[in-house]
């Protein structure tokens, strides 16, 4: 009897000392990891062409293109992970190489809140694109469009003095055609004035 009230005794106590997962700060350490986990969205704006393909394949709407002030990406995604189910459809249609501007490559402890409804709105991956990088895309923008628009003019330059010589050589040939005619017919006529001045 003694005997097993000591054997319980030292289970009970070796269980209080063990750490248990119910105790455990979840936040801060998860209490388990799918093997399949795939990790919240990591978004990169720097190489995405906001072509729309992940927000076009995502089959729960997830995605959400938050636009920005600038042509190319003209938009960017950011993800509602309350509603994704981490297919990861977005990460192998998106087009960039050889980095995805997509992937479900992030943490998985972060993604962890409190639990209250507010907290909902704390499982966006939200991207935020910096001013002076805005302002850096502009710039080079304003000058692709510039080197754009003196490469045309150039060309149409070029083109209107080629048109412009062969309508100079095509005017110099008829010229110089209608001479040969000319020259033609005043021997024509001289050779048969001679002959009626012969006849006479
Ligand atoms: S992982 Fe799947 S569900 Fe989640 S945003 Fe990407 S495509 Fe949508
Ligand atoms: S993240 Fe990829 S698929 Fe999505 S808009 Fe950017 S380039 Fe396109």
């Given amino acids: 009897m003694l005997f097993q009230i000591s054997e319980k005794l030292l289970r009970v106590m070796k269980a209080f000392a063990e750490p248990r997962v119910a105790t455990k700060d979840i936040v801060k350490e998860p209490a388990h990891k799918s ?4 990790g919240r969205h990591v978004i990169k704006y720097e190489i995405c062409t906001g072509c729309d393909a992940c927000n ?17 990406p003209n938009k960017i995604p950011e993800v509602n992970l309350a509603i ?24 998985d402890i972060e993604m ?3 639990g209250t409804h507010d907290a909902l709105d704390n499982f966006w991956v939200r991207v935020e694109v ?15 469009a510039r080197k754009r628009a003196e490469m045309m003019a150039k060309k149409k330059a070029e083109a209107e003095a080629k ?6 050589k ?15 017919n005043n021997e024509s006529k001289k050779e048969a004035n001679e002959n009626k001045g012969d006849e006479k």
């Fill in 112 to 114: 962890i809140t409190d």
């Fill in 35 to 38: 093997p399949i986990f795939r």
């Fill in 84 to 107: 994704c189910i981490f297919c990861g459809l977005c990460e192998d249609v998106c087009p960039t190489k050889p980095e995805k501007a997509i992937k479900l490559a992030g943490g």
């Fill in 130 to 144: 910096p001013e002076e990088w805005i302002e850096q895309k502009k710039r080079e923008e304003e000058e692709k």
């Fill in 163 to 168: 048109k412009k010589a062969e309508e100079a």
């Fill in 56 to 72: 076009k394949i995502c089959p729960v709407d997830a995605i959400v293109m938050k636009p920005l002030p600038i042509k190319r």
């Fill in 170 to 184: 095509k005017k110099a040939e008829n010229a110089e055609n209608k001479e040969i005619n000319n020259n033609a």
